[in-house]
């Protein structure tokens, strides 16, 4: 199986910026250690992490389903509203509003 993505209705400080990855696409990415185009045997697989940084306070939320490719349809598996937010440079958290929350 390929793990697959789309980016949606991101929105930084207030303003829609869009949807910067309208169509699904790879989730893995090769600079990332242990990250592969497929699943593994068991139908798991190691999304490499994000995040964002500026100089100013800052609040970016977007939507990120994640599906599998089989047989050129994609599978809609799951479905993460992520929040990152700054309060200085330096300084912030993500969160998928579940079962992921990390801050400096």
Same mark, same amino acid.
């Given at each position: 199986?390929?793990?697959?993505?789309?980016? %949606?209705?991101? &929105?930084? *400080?207030?303003?829609?910026?869009?949807?910067?990855?309208?169509?699904?696409?790879?989730?893995? *990415?090769?600079?990332?250690?242990?990250?592969?185009?497929?699943?593994?045997?068991?139908?798991?697989? #190691?999304?490499?992490?994000?995040?964002?940084?500026? %100089?100013?306070?800052? &609040?970016?939320?977007?939507?990120?389903?994640?599906?599998?490719?089989?047989?050129?349809? *994609?599978?809609?598996?799951?479905?993460?509203?992520?929040? #990152?937010?700054?309060?200085?440079?330096?300084? !912030?958290? &993500?969160?998928? !509003?579940?079962?992921?929350?990390?801050?400096?």
């Amino acid at each position: 199986m390929e793990p697959q993505e789309e980016i %949606l209705n991101e &929105v930084i *400080n207030g303003t829609p910026i869009g949807n910067p990855e309208p169509t699904w696409v790879d989730i893995w *990415n090769a600079n990332y250690p242990g990250s592969t185009q497929f699943t593994n045997a068991g139908g798991q697989f #190691l999304d490499a992490p994000f995040g964002a940084c500026t %100089l100013t306070p800052f &609040v970016d939320t977007f939507t990120q389903p994640i599906s599998m490719l089989m047989n050129g349809t *994609n599978y809609t598996v799951r479905t993460n509203s992520w929040t #990152l937010t700054s309060t200085a440079a330096g300084h !912030g958290s &993500v969160t998928n !509003g579940s079962d992921v929350t990390q801050s400096k």
